[in-house]
């Protein structure tokens, strides 16, 4: 009999312990499908990409629309005395570098307003009020002439053309106090356009001397009868000698219907 008790204990042990290990390993098999999901979610990545795209966009639009544009800003700069920085910077803010809807319906790269006396075309737009009057132009470059002219026509700007042309940063503060601008970072935005791209390198730029001696219309005389060299000489105010000389004379004989070079 005591044999016999010892079996069944023993056999009952056994299965208490099989059952045990059963439950531990189905636990683990659950813990590892846990694990595996969570894995998965850490893979979704947010829109990073995408973001340095558009700026690199942005900074393209914007270097192509300086290489247009600079020339013009340059001349401009050289007849109204307005710095090409400057000129270049505000229709890169004003315009969106060419793209913002107004500078697309109207050629108008720097928000000038209608304002009393405007007998152009115009457009409306909703800027500080909805459906305000705006400027419009055939083409962009008219844009930039009439901005010299309304900043120089002026007199609440006249102040900002005793600064030196390389002043971009006092042109910037001068424009927002007499009132271009109702935005207070306005100089700021000016300023961080125009050492970003190094718009300042514009308005050292020097204007180019034409020949003049290749633009001097010439002046002939056609000999009449009883005209001597001394007597044309003295009508357009030189001298015999500069006579013979442009007409590559060796004496001052001359003759009727000739024609003389007289500068």
Not at 86 to 114: D, M, Y
Request: charged share 30%.
């Amino acid at each position: 009999m005591k044999v016999k008790s010892i079996l069944i204990i023993l056999v009952i042990l056994l299965i208490v312990t099989s059952c045990s290990t059963r439950r531990s390993i189905v636990r683990a098999s659950k813990t590892k499908i846990v694990l595996k999901n969570t894995n998965e979610q850490k893979t979704t990545i947010p829109q990073i990409t995408p973001i340095k795209k558009v700026h690199k966009t942005n900074a393209n639009h914007t270097l192509s629309y300086i290489q247009k544009f600079a020339p013009i800003a340059v001349k401009e700069m050289h007849e109204y005395k307005i710095p090409a920085s400057i000129t270049l910077a505000q229709g890169v803010l004003e315009s969106g570098s060419g793209r913002s809807p107004l500078a697309i319906r109207s050629n108008n790269h720097f928000g000038i307003k209608c304002h009393k006396g405007w007998e152009g075309k115009r457009v409306t737009h909703d800027d500080d009020e909805i459906g305000e009057c705006f400027r419009k132009y055939k083409y962009p470059e008219t844009s930039y002439e009439d901005h010299s002219k309304f900043l120089v026509g002026r007199k609440r700007y006249a102040k900002l053309f005793k600064l030196r042309l390389t002043d971009y940063k006092g042109w910037a503060y001068g424009l927002r106090r007499a009132g271009y601008a109702t935005d207070k970072r306005y100089p700021q935005k000016l300023i961080h356009i125009i050492n970003k791209y190094e718009l300042y390198k514009y308005d050292k730029v020097k204007k180019k001397r034409t020949n003049t001696s290749q633009h001097k219309t010439a002046l002939y005389h056609i000999v009449k009868k009883g005209e001597t060299l001394y007597g044309i000489a003295r009508m357009y105010n030189t001298s015999v000698e500069k006579l013979k000389l442009l007409n590559k004379l060796n004496d001052a004989t001359i003759s009727i219907e000739q024609e003389l070079i007289i500068k």
